[in-house]
């Protein structure tokens, strides 16, 4: 049996994860750290709670002491962390929270994972000094050695998003290789939330992962988030409201199928190793939109007129980027993950569930 801490699990992609997580691997039980932010809501984890290997537990990732008490109650083998504050939009308006959690807090988590990892009297403390020594050479010569005793250790997985890339002209992708240019402050955090987790695979040799991952949807996403509003903005009959010509271009991604990603890069991903994660599904918000009207017009019809009538443009969001577009080819070819959806049928199933939580 293993202790696995996992952050943030509330919200969207973390209450996707956990059943998921829970079911397949018997072998963990699952630590859920979470502050129920406006955007946390334990509804999201009725189908877990009976199960004897899930724990919740509310608090703040910033609360060290918390932090370090977990750790030393549940003696935590691995981390992933997806907690965040997470609404472009919101940190536009308060960006200072965004640094609280998303900086700080992922400083306070990670510092207390090395330093827990590190004070256990096995082979931990040898095994970090050895690979952090052993970090410039493991990127040179790609020292097969130390990269399979770093494997062994205990695991720090950080979500991240495509979002610290910057944005994209009409052509082109991001890899792993694209330098950080952030635009919002949301991203801005995530991007130092990144540079500091990098930071403690290469100072001291903890066996980190990040993976960035393109725009998700499915199930349980925060109403505020563009996907669920179209649907519920339609449903009531409300104008459905799009940024600027609704041509900003984004990259959709089946949030099972991000699930799964994270799991292989959890398991099988190299240490140090950055993952971007996307389903190749790249549309305009109006595209989003018209889609989405379409299916509502064949599911639940208006006698008279489509939903398309209720789509209104707004004024565009400060700094919208243009376009973000992910190329997963390393996870690909890497570790074989492929996405099981393409948005087509993931929309399908995304509105099935919208559906029966508005009826
Ligand atoms: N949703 C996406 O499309 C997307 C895309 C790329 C990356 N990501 C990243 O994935 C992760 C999860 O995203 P999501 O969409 O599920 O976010 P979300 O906003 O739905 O959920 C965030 C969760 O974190 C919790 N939280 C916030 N502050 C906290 C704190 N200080 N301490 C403990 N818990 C706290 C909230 O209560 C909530 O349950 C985030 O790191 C986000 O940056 C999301």
Redesign the pocket.
Known sequence: MQNILL??????????FVPYFLEKYPEYTLIN?????????LD?LQECVNNPRYKFIK?????RELVEFIFNEYNIEGVI???????VDNSIKNPG?FV???VN?TFTLIDVAYKHWMDKPFHYKDSYAETATASTKLRSDNDRHCEERSNLLPRFH??????VYGTLGEKGFFTESTPYAPNSP?SAS?AS?DMIVRAYQETYGLNTVIT??????GP???DE?LIPTIIRKALAGDSIPIYGDGKNIRDW?Y?LD?CKGIDLVYHTGKTGEVYNIGGRNERTNLQIVDKICTLLDEKVPHADKSYKELITFVQDRAGHDRRYAIDATKLENELGWRADENFDTGIIKTIEWYLKKYE
Request: glycine share 10%.
């Open positions: 952050t943030g699990t509330a919200g969207f992609i973390g209450s996707n750290l979470d502050l129920l932010t406006y955007a946390g809501n999201n608090g703040d990732i910033c609360n962390h997806f907690a965040a504050e997470s609404h929270v609280q959690t998303n807090g950080h979500i991240s998003t495509d979002e949301y995530k939330s960035n991952c393109s725009n998700n949807y349980k996403q925060h988030k991604l949030v991000h």
